[in-house]
């Protein structure tokens, strides 16, 4: 309603303006002497130039800025692949054949420096390949991840590998060009890779192999959206918060073991507790297998970030007073986590 009125606004200034411009040359013209009325017409048609122009740009249609809806891999090293190379990769995950150098033809990859565009079945894709960080890695990047396993990524990588899309068809869907882009940067990944990022969501995630078969499916933003790791922060000697987590898990340690006790096979129980390698130390969760009445046995559920003399799926024995934290699966439910809901907090804050 206010757009329509705007609109009318618009063209009452309009005839306005043109009758006053029309009036003050007349009077201009017809005038043997500049007349004070005339300066009066001028600053009047002055006047309504300028409500015109605020009216017109009211009323104008605005660009809406659109995110780039794409995908880029970041990489540990460049990399230099040939056109032939990409041609034969892109042919593979897209079914096509490119036969075509004219860049018009419907099925054709050409190289226009420094990107190379694919033009297949109505889309526009644009492939980058950049011997630079991605990610800059700034004083800023705690603050801005707070994750350090993803603050790790960030340092590792110093190169990275995008697939863009210009031009889709009218009728595609937000789904449609999300799974044509998941198949060609799935086909584009390769031992390289550290990280996956999609621009337009502003998700990053760690790389593993698992994650290709994701990008290949028909939900390939799973890719992104779920953790491959179980997040990791830094935690100060004086949190309050992550003191009082632990001090409640500690409190309530015979719920845990009356649970194990009785559990069933569908059943997950596991411990966080501190894991040390010389200067670092890295607080881990363990999957339990059993409780002794002084140590809890159990395998490490996640590498470490930092240390060198542990790994996910090692044997492990931890001190019942290293015991951090606990939880369990009780049906569909999460019980215990403590620290883990204070963790969530921070990174939410």
């Known amino acids: 309603m206010k757009m329509k009125l705007a609109d009318i606004g618009l063209g009452f200034v309009s005839l306005l303006l043109f009758v006053q411009i029309l009036w003050l040359a007349y ?26 122009v605020f009216l017109w740009r009211t009323t104008a249609p605005r660009q809406q800025h659109r995110l780039l ?65 991605y990610i800059d890695r700034t004083e800023n990047t705690p603050e801005n991840i707070p994750n350090v396993r ?19 068809p009218d009728n595609a869907t937000f789904d449609d060009i999300y799974r044509r882009l998941g198949r060609m940067i799935a086909a584009l990944s390769d031992d390289d890779c550290v990280g996956l990022c999609c621009p337009e969501t502003n998700q990053l995630n760690l790389w593993r192999a698992d994650l290709i078969a994701h990008l290949q499916s028909d939900t390939p933003l799973r890719a992104v959206a779920e953790l491959t790791e179980v997040p990791a922060v830094r935690v100060t000697t004086n949190d309050t918060q992550m003191e009082e987590a632990s001090q409640k898990a500690n409190s ?41 009445e002084e140590a809890v046995i159990g395998t490490l559920d996640n590498d470490p970030i930092y240390l060198r003399n542990v790994g996910a799926g090692d044997l492990v024995s931890v001190a019942l007073n290293q015991v951090n934290d606990w939880l369990y699966t009780n049906g569909g439910e999460l019980v215990g986590g403590f620290t883990t809901e204070a963790i969530t907090k921070q990174m939410a804050a």
Request: hydrophobic share 45%.
């Open 252 to 292: 309530m340690w015979s719920v845990f073991v009356n649970a194990f006790e009785q559990r069933h096979s569908d059943q997950t129980f596991a411990v966080k507790a501190p894991f040390t390698d010389g200067q670092e130390t890295e607080y881990m969760w363990l999957i339990v297998s059993e409780i002794t």
């Open 27 to 52: 009077n201009f013209v017809a005038a043997e002497t500049v007349h004070p009325f005339l300066w009066e017409q001028l600053g009047s048609t002055f006047v309504l130039a300028v409500g015109f």
């Open 69 to 133: 809806q794409s995908f880029v891999l970041l990489l540990r090293s460049p990399r230099n692949p040939t056109i032939e190379q990409f041609r034969h990769t892109v042919e593979r995950a897209l079914e096509v054949t490119f036969t075509q150098k004219d860049p018009h033809t419907i099925d054709t990859i050409t190289d226009i420096p420094p990107t190379l565009r694919v033009r297949v079945d109505g889309y526009m894709f644009r492939v980058n390949n950049a011997a630079r960080p």
């Open 150 to 168: 993803l603050q790790q990524m960030v340092r590792d990588h110093t190169a990275w590998l995008s697939v863009d899309v210009l031009e889709a």
